[in-house]
């Protein structure tokens, strides 16, 4: 795609108002997208406040093709420690899932994404049969002390 223009807007996902949109859905080819960047939209899980911003992330893991890259699913803004429940897409062939939250100063917007050795993991090894139902799946965020996390700086090519 080429110069391809996407915009993603306020509204909410229809069938779930906590998901977001994708600007592409791909079924195992390979997509080039050239051109400026879409702006994309996923949920904002809570507003409590001038608090500080977080994000959250999920990163796939399929048995044969190893672990995917972490895709941002939402955010929010957190003044407390109330515990929260990030849902995301269920990702077709996925064997488990990792998520990761970044957190960040009040005001520091676009929100980053985790990158290199950081205390990201709020779990790991998350099964879809424990955390899926139909094409939703979910974990609830308790703001415990985050796990260390690696994201590779380079991903392996898959042809």
């Known amino acids: 795609m080429n110069n391809v223009y996407g915009?993603?807007?306020?509204?909410?996902?229809p069938l779930n108002p906590k998901l977001g949109s994708a600007m592409v859905l791909n079924w195992g080819a390979r997509v080039y997208i050239n051109g400026g960047s879409y702006g994309y939209n996923f949920g904002k899980l809570l507003d409590d406040g001038a608090g500080n911003y977080v994000?959250?992330?999920?990163?796939?893991?399929?048995?044969?093709?190893g672990t995917g890259v972490p895709l941002p699913v939402a955010w929010g803004r957190r003044n407390s420690t109330a515990s929260v429940s990030v849902p995301w897409n269920r990702i077709q062939g996925a064997s488990s899932y990792t998520l990761l939250r970044v957190d960040f100063a009040s005001g520091n917007l676009p929100l980053q994404g985790p990158y290199g050795t950081g205390a990201y993991a709020v779990a790991t090894g998350l099964l879809p049969s424990s955390v899926c139902s139909g094409f939703v799946c979910s974990y609830t965020d308790?703001?415990?002390?985050h796990a260390n996390y690696v994201v590779p700086l380079s991903m392996p090519s898959h042809s």
């Open 142 to 145: 308790t703001f415990a002390t």
């Open 7 to 13: 915009e993603a807007g306020a509204s909410v996902n």
């Open 55 to 65: 994000g959250w992330y999920v990163v796939p893991s399929h048995a044969t093709l």
